[in-house]
T-cell receptor
Framework: GNSVTQMEGPVTLSEEAFLTINCTYT??????LFWYVQYPGEGLQLLLK?????DKGSNKGFEATYRKETTSFHLEKGSVQVSDSAVYFC??????????FGAGTTVTVRA | DVKVTQSSRYLVKRTGEKVFLECVQD?????MFWYRQDPGLGLRLIYF???????EKGDIPEGYSVSREKKERFSLILESASTNQTSMYLC??????????????FGAGSRLTVL
């Protein structure tokens, strides 16, 4: 079956630091890959997505590249801000309409 | 702004009570989903619906049922609440698009505590 594994948190950073959250997946087909973000007290919202191999998704300074050869979709941001403090979820969608989510990584950015 | 609205942000219920969690979306989406979110486990799919009166079991349907009588409303029902159902429940919806292009819009969540 499909599954997503992402690095465990929590992750604590200083402002302007570089952020990487690792995500690897297992899927039977050719999935689409997503990063969702959950800010405190809110529901999840889409951060970025990639639908085929070598696609790069980007939004709000975050980037992730769909690497089929390593089955990975790592999230990166070059200079984080306090407002990036949130829980980040990697997810995949395969041949149906369901999303499979990773466990989530809590990121705290300190001023 | 598109919205998924969950009727209750916080609920406290007693073991054995019947619990209804309501979700309404105003985007004319075909698909609706119920997930529960637990620390260290991420989101797990309970049930989903791709059309009115249609439902499919997700990964953890035991102890839950759902109802979708109208396109915009998807209800999650706990017939007899138990303490292990204490969790954050998230409703989501999406358009009927080719598989793999499915972007979900989430509600803010309902935090249920069962005593």
């Amino acid at each position: 079956g499909n599954s997503v594994t992402q690095m465990e948190g929590p992750v604590t950073l200083s402002e302007e630091a570089f952020l990487t959250i690792n995500c690897t997946y297992t899927a039977t087909g050719y999935p689409s890959l997503f990063w969702y973000v959950q800010y405190p007290g809110e529901g999840l919202q889409l951060l970025l997505k990639a639908t085929k191999a070598d696609d790069k998704g980007s939004n709000k300074g975050f980037e992730a590249t769909y690497r089929k050869e390593t089955t990975s979709f790592h999230l990166e941001k070059g200079s984080v801000q306090v407002s990036d403090s949130a829980v980040y979820f990697c997810a995949l969608s395969d041949r149906d309409y369901k999303l499979s989510f990773g466990a989530g990584t809590t990121v705290t950015v300190r001023a | 702004d598109v919205k998924v609205t969950q009727s209750s942000r916080y609920l406290v219920k007693r073991t054995g009570e019947k619990v209804f969690l309501e979700c309404v979306q105003d985007m004319d989406h075909e698909n609706m989903f119920w997930y529960r979110q637990d620390p260290g486990l991420g989101l797990r799919l309970i049930y989903f619906s791709y059309d009115v009166k249609m439902k499919e079991k997700g990964d953890i349907p035991e102890g839950y049922s759902v109802s979708r009588e109208k396109k915009e409303r998807f209800s999650l029902i706990l017939e007899s609440a138990s303490t292990n159902q204490t969790s954050m429940y998230l409703c989501a919806s999406s358009f009927w698009v080719p598989p793999g292009a499915n972007v979900l819009t989430f509600g803010a969540g309902s935090r249920l505590t069962v005593l």
